[in-house]
């Protein structure tokens, strides 16, 4: 039973934001009745409960039907509105599941094509088979094993293809009318197709707001949504705080799924809501998910960097969404609050036509003012906000090196080759800095690491010439973005600072298995982590994998490095 729950919990976030459902029926096809209620309509099917799967061989549709029954007595060929997902592995061919099944002739059928590298939505139809939508996966390297859901509420079907970490890797998105109504199972083109599990899930709270949760510049005081699978009325609640409460009901036990906010939206707000579903017997109510939105100011708002944002990039570009009514904007920027405030002629950056302006020559370390005001149409002017950010001080973004000599990645960063430890910078071929698994810009600095073997601690060095000033503008932190591999070898990642008087202090990461993590995290380092070393004088700074102090002997593997920077 564990297991199937966890495969439930695994499934049912599928679409934007947390989705609940009533199972309906669920399998891990790991009890030896598990297919009983099964028919194979076509090809051959194998049920192996002891490896909990059903596996379907041969050539020419193969397909296998569930019969019931359901948990909430709904016969399985009068179902609308549900959710049909299975996992399964990965093969040459086309698994997928299947929705609306009325006969061999006619349904709903999304799977996973791996020649074309595509997530597709079929209507097999008597009049015939169309591919009414489909995708690309948004990586090529497919998982050996994944989820299909297949997502039917009224006339909206929508699929999706999650690895098991529930990514989701493709989606679609369709209107269609040609079956309101019908059975589920499991389908395969041909070829050999091994199903792990299957579940069939009715959502029961209200989905699909409009406006989507959380989107800006809205006018309009019209609420829409999907309705949740079993419901008859609608409360609605909109509030300008996300703890809504009765005094926030603005419609109650309404019939459509849509509601006129008569008072209207006051510039600038955001606003929360919610959908409560109501079902026939007036007294089972499943409260929805909070939504918000923000109506369109009068002002410039949203600004991009946030208001007050720190660590950003010397090279942004800044973004906001226009006032009501903007014709054009006028920008002013400084490091002088008082220059931005007063509008003064040396902020003043002229008028733009664009929500989007890119300033050249900001420093690193340094806190920069803004302000937009907005130009209608009859010239009035509104005055926006002064807003804020503070810029990081770059030390390696990687973005500089090229395949070309003298500009290589592992000319700039020592590797073992030089230095004798276990360390390879870049990739042995060109492009040599790696250009996939980035974690900003383009490129990234990968490091193969061997501490199998002495010294027992692998390292890249960074030299400054001349020396770097870390003590400027107030900087106090060190920042970088690291990435590693499940499978490496076990080994602490290290970062280590030298100044010109050849003093050295070392600092560890407080994760010994960060090596492990296979997404990008952050590593902040506080530089008085650095005792001793003369921050005034920076001469190396070292990314290593290991003890460097004290080497012992460890495991190999890969690491990836970017966006190195220092902040206050």
Not at 40 to 50: E, F, I, L, N, S
């Amino acid at each position: 039973m564990t297991r199937a729950l966890s495969f439930i919990a695994a499934i049912v976030v599928f679409t934007t934001g947390p989705v609940y459902g009533r199972t309906l029926y669920e399998t891990r096809f790991d009890a030896p009745d598990a297919v009983a209620q099964w028919q194979v309509v076509a090809g051959t099917w194998q049920h192996d409960p002891a490896a909990g799967t059903y596996t379907c061989s041969g050539t020419n549709e193969l397909l296998s039907i569930y019969k019931g029954p359901l948990s909430n007595g709904t016969a399985v060929d009068k179902l609308a509105n549900c959710v049909v997902t299975a996992e399964l592995s990965r093969n040459t061919s086309a698994g997928g599941v299947c929705g609306r099944y009325k006969d061999i002739s006619n349904y709903y059928y999304l799977r996973h094509h791996a020649g074309d590298g595509q997530l597709q939505l079929w209507r097999i139809a008597t009049a015939g088979k169309v591919m009414i939508a489909s995708a690309r996966f948004a990586t090529a390297n497919q998982p050996d094993r994944f989820i299909l859901s297949l997502d039917m509420v009224g006339t909206t079907l929508i699929g999706k293809m999650l690895d098991l970490e529930q990514n989701e890797l493709a989606g679609v998105k369709i209107e269609d009318t040609a079956f309101t109504s019908g059975g589920v199972g499991l389908r395969n083109w041909s070829g050999t197709q091994v199903y792990h599990a299957f579940a069939v899930l009715q959502i029961e709270k209200a989905r699909f707001p409009a406006p989507a949760d959380g989107a800006a510049g809205i006018n309009s005081p019209l609420l829409q949504w999907m309705p949740g699978a079993t419901a008859v009325l609608h409360n609605v609640y909109l509030g300008t705080r996300a703890d809504l409460t009765e005094a926030d009901l603005i419609g109650s036990r309404l019939p459509l799924t849509m509601h006129w906010y008569a008072p209207g939206l006051q510039p600038g707000v955001t606003y929360y809501w919610r959908v409560d579903e109501i079902e026939a017997d007036m007294v089972t109510i499943h409260q929805g998910d909070v939504w918000s939105f923000v109506s369109q100011a009068l002002t410039a708002y949203q600004p991009s960097p946030a208001d007050g944002a720190g660590s950003v990039s010397p090279a942004v570009t800044l973004t906001w969404l226009p006032g009501r009514g903007a014709l054009k904007h006028r920008l002013y920027s400084s490091d002088s609050a008082d220059a931005v405030r007063q509008g003064t002629a040396a902020a003043d950056k002229g008028e733009l036509t664009e929500t989007t302006f890119a300033p050249e020559g900001l420093l690193g370390a340094t806190t920069y003012y803004w302000r937009v005001d907005e130009v209608l149409l009859d010239g009035t002017v509104q005055t926006g906000p002064v807003w804020s950010f503070t810029t990081f001080l770059p030390v390696d973004d990687f973005e500089s090196y090229t395949d070309d000599e003298g500009h290589r990645i592992y000319e700039t960063w020592t590797d073992g080759w030089t230095n004798g430890t276990g360390s390879t910078v870049g990739n042995v071929q060109a492009p040599f800095a790696e250009r996939t698994i980035v974690h900003g810009g383009k490129q990234s600095m990968p490091m193969d690491y061997d501490n199998t073997k002495a010294p027992f601690y692998s390292e890249a060095e960074l030299t400054f010439a001349p020396t770097q000033d870390w003590t400027i503008s107030g900087v106090d932190t060190l920042t970088v973005f690291l990435r590693g591999q499940a499978n490496n070898g076990a080994g602490a990642l290290y970062m280590a600072l030298r100044d010109s008087t050849g003093k050295n202090a070392v600092a560890v990461h407080p994760d010994p298995a960060a090596v492990n993590a296979n997404v990008w995290t952050e590593w902040k380092i506080p530089l008085s982590s650095f005792t001793g070393v003369s921050l005034a004088r920076v001469k190396k700074l070292c990314l290593g994998v290991g003890n460097c102090q004290a080497p012992a002997a460890g495991g190999a593997g890969r690491i990836y490095l970017d966006d190195i920077r220092l902040s206050k």
